[in-house]
């Protein structure tokens, strides 16, 4: 089993950014929310990533998991959480940007442990991006003056290049790095991260393993978005961008098909296969849900194992296929936004 900041986790874990990130009256209820929760940790996914950011200041996933841990506080010593922070005061709907002042790490954590109200010990904080007017090595050492003072376990990084993983780690110890990794995000496997990770012995957490749910094949077509979704806002759900990508979904359905389990199952588990394999780290997918049966299905994919054909065969069809639009709306290069 891998270990964040000493404390064990399951090879899947769970991202929260859809339990509260959502356009107004779309959120879950908390009762749909904590099902989804719940089965998470039966499931042994119990490392949960959230954020300040995502939703409003009074309804984020800080006020979720505070109101979680209220009505099921046997829970608290279970999960690991880590919580992305480090923006200016709003979440993403509002426009939040990097902000890696030491004044504003420490307005970023101090809110982070008001709200959790001590609930739940925050294990993991990360600035959400990498502010491109401030150092690195100064918002590492701001945020590091929490661990050693006990109020946090641990400091994650999120979106960074190789360079920026190097410098941060000659500051403090990283606990981890989050970064988008999945079968059309591979980026990791050629821009260094993933062996700047293993150099330092980064446990590395693949967010959007399923490429936003484009992966599961429940999406045909850009119609199938509800005009409030935000992934329109995505260059890969455009157009004939979509149509170009989706010919990626109908190959490992494919494979799926032969095995017998979903394409999103099978999209998990390329990325687990990669965990500790030819000198890269541990990998562990944070796919996000927002339904107790969609983490059920997630989880299944712990125990479903590609055989060495199988991960040439997706090797193979990788070779061939380029995904077609950006990762991120705008420039998916921005400054702050690395990797």
């Known amino acids: 089993m891998p270990s964040i900041t000493g404390k064990e986790v399951g090879p899947v874990g769970f991202g929260m950014m ?100 001590g609930k739940k010990f925050l294990d993991l904080f990360e600035a959400a991006r990498v502010d491109p007017n401030v150092p690195v090595e100064t918002t590492i050492a701001a945020i590091d003056e929490y661990v050693k003072a006990g109020k ?5 990084l999120s979106e960074v290049s190789a360079a920026t993983i190097r410098k941060a780690a000659k500051v403090a110890k990283i606990s981890a790095v989050e970064v988008e990794f ?11 991260v993933a062996a700047a990770c293993a150099e330092n012995d980064i446990p590395i957490i693949a967010y959007s393993p399923i490429g936003r749910g484009f992966l599961t094949g429940e999406l045909q077509k850009p119609e199938d978005l509800a005009p409030d979704d935000l992934r329109r806002h995505f260059p890969r759900f455009q157009g004939e961008a979509f149509y170009e990508n989706l010919k990626l979904v109908k190959e490992v359905e494919k494979i799926a098909s032969a095995k017998r389990c979903t394409a999103g199952q099978v999209a998990l588990a390329w990325i687990q296969a990669h965990s500790g394999a030819k000198g890269l780290p541990v990998i562990i997918p944070i796919p996000g849900a927002s339904t107790d049966k969609r983490v059920n299905e997630n989880s299944k994919s712990a125990s479903i194992k590609l055989s060495d054909s199988e991960m040439t065969e997706i090797e193979d069809l990788l070779k061939n296929f380029k995904p077609t639009g950006g990762r991120y709306p705008g420039d998916p290069k921005a400054a702050y936004l690395e990797g």
């Not at 039966?42 to 979720?64: D, H, K, R, V």
């Not at 946090?152 to 994650?156: E, L, R, S, Y």
């Not at 999945?182 to 260094?192: K, R």
């Open 182 to 192: 999945s079968l059309w995000a591979t980026d990791i496997l050629e821009n260094g």
């Open 152 to 156: 946090i376990g641990g400091i994650a």
């Open 18 to 117: 859809g339990l509260t990130l959502k356009p107004p009256g779309k959120t879950p209820s908390n009762d749909q929310s904590f099902a989804a929760m719940k089965a998470a940790l039966a499931n042994g996914a119990n490392n949960w990533n959230g954020g300040e950011i995502y939703g409003p200041p009074e309804a984020n996933s800080l006020q979720l998991l505070n109101a979680y841990f209220t009505k099921y506080p046997e829970d608290a010593d279970k999960v690991v959480i880590s919580i992305k922070g480090g923006c200016n005061v709003g979440g993403i709907m509002a426009g939040a940007k990097p902000n890696g002042t030491p004044e504003n790490i420490k307005r970023s954590i101090d809110e982070c442990l008001r709200v959790l109200d």
